[in-house]
Every structure is written in C-alpha cells, then in structure tokens.
Nanobody, 126 residues
Framework: QVQLVESGGGLVQAGGSLRLSCAAS????????MGWFRQAPGKERECVGA????????YYADSVKGRFTISRDNAKNTVYLQMNSLKLEDTAVYYC???????????????????WGQGTQVTVSS
C-alpha cells in the first residue's frame, strides 16, 4: 500500500483559501486514483474531490464545485486540494486517499479506497 501524509490544514476565516497537500511514499501515485474526503462531527465521510490516474478526469461534490480544485503532480508523488471561498460548513477533518484503478477510472466512495492518510483539520471561522 501507499503511505499518505496530509498537510496544509488550519484555521481560516470564511471567504479565505487553503491549499492541502498529500505526500505519498512507498508506491508511485501514478498507479492510483486519488481522492480528498472530509468528515465533520456526526456526519459521514464524503468525497469532495477525486482525480483519475492521468489527471484527465476529476470529480467534485456539488457543495464544493467552483470553489475547490484537485490536482496531482505524479513526478512529485503529491496530490493537492486548493480550497477557495471557504464556508463555515467546510469545517471538517480532510483525508487524502488512494485507490487502485484502471487508467481512466475514478472512484468517489470511501470503501473503494484502500489507503488513507491520518487527516488534517480545516476550521473555517466567521
């Protein structure tokens, strides 16, 4: 399995921006669909963004479309989540995850992913 470490979380005011990074080790991420998930207290873990192995296809949850951008740099073995126009409801622990897939496939549910990072807290304040 690939090991994943998230960074870049923190406290930000509503309307601000954060950029999350997910550094992978152990395996090269070009063999994986990568996803960003979040989980708020009392809520289920949800996929906010996913990107296929080539980077040619992305998925976004409706709640973050137009505000979040997922990207990957396979040469750096790193995945990013750029979060703009943050809202109070974006407060959650954000997780990076990897799923073994075919080249063009994309995955959006947690049980399809086999490797997870430890999570990074994002708190949006008013």
């Amino acid at each position: 399995q690939v090991q994943l470490v998230e960074s870049g979380g923190g406290l930000v005011q509503a309307g601000g921006s954060l950029r999350l990074s997910c550094a992978a080790s152990g395996r090269i991420i070009s063999g994986y669909t990568m996803g960003w998930f979040r989980q708020a207290p009392g809520k289920e873990r949800e996929c906010v963004g996913a990107i296929n192995r080539s980077g040619s296809m992305t998925y976004y949850a409706d709640s973050v479309k137009g505000r979040f951008t997922i990207s990957r740099d396979n040469a750096k073995n790193t995945v990013y989540l750029q979060m703009n126009s943050l809202k109070l409801e974006d407060t959650a622990v954000y997780y990076c995850a990897a799923a073994s897939t075919s080249f063009f496939a994309i995955k959006t549910t947690p049980n399809e992913y086999e490797s997870w990072g430890q999570g990074t807290q994002v708190t949006v304040s008013s």
